[in-house]
Structures are given as C-alpha cells and as structure tokens.
Nanobody, 120 residues
Framework: QMQLVESGGGLVQAGGSLRLSCAASGSIFGIKAMGWYRQAPGQKRELVAIISVPGNTFYADSVKGRFTISRDNVKKTVYLRMDSLKPEDTAMYYC??????????????WGQGTQVTVSS
C-alpha cells in the first residue's frame, strides 16, 4: 500500500492558478498510474486527470486545456497544474495511485485531500 500526501491547495481568485503536489512513499511509484480526483460538497467524487507510467495523460472534459498532470518518478511526486480556475473547480482534490485496466482507471490508494477554493 502506498501512502500519498497532497499539498498546494488554497484560496484563489477566478482566473488564477494553483499547482497541487502529491508525494508518494514506497518503491512502487514507478509502476503506478497516478490520478487526481475531486469532490465538491454534496457531489460525487469525479476523476480529473490520469497519468500512466510512460506518461500518457487523460483529462476530464471539464478541465481539458486548463489543467496539466505530470509526474516525477525520481521524486515520487505527481503534480496537477491548474490554470484559468473557475468557481466550479472548488472542491477537495484527492491524489490516487492505481492502474489502468481494460475497464478504465482503477484507484487503489488515496491521499487525504487538499482543499481548493476559487472565488468569483
């Protein structure tokens, strides 16, 4: 089991930017597909972005063109750069470690979350 610790959340005005980080423990980071999810109050947790082991990426339509996921396998860290933030991006953001399967991305380990609040 991997331990994941997110950081970088905060309060930002609409149109602003934030970069979230997720530091992972364990030696298997390099073989894990990493993902970012978010959950707004009263809403279901939704997938935001995925990055595979070789670096292939996937984005939800709602963030495509504004968010960028990346990973540093030496530092065992995955990042989510968020630009042109909107109030509807306000949510708790969670990092996940998992695998890409024929059924899609399957998260197995979760971080504790970091809050992102975008004011209008």
């Amino acid at each position: 089991q991997m331990q994941l610790v997110e950081s970088g959340g905060g309060l930002v005005q609409a149109g602003g930017s934030l970069r979230l980080s997720c530091a992972a423990s364990g030696s298997i980071f390099g073989i894990k597909a990493m993902g970012w999810y978010r959950q707004a109050p009263g809403q279901k947790r939704e997938l935001v972005a995925i990055i595979s082991v070789p670096g292939n990426t996937f984005y939800a339509d709602s963030v495509k063109g504004r968010f960028t996921i990346s990973r540093d396998n030496v530092k065992k860290t995955v990042y989510l750069r968020m630009d042109s933030l909107k109030p509807e991006d306000t949510a708790m953001y969670y990092c996940a470690a998992g695998a890409v399967t024929l059924s899609g991305y399957v998260p197995r380990d979760w971080g504790q979350g970091t809050q992102v609040t975008v004011s209008s």
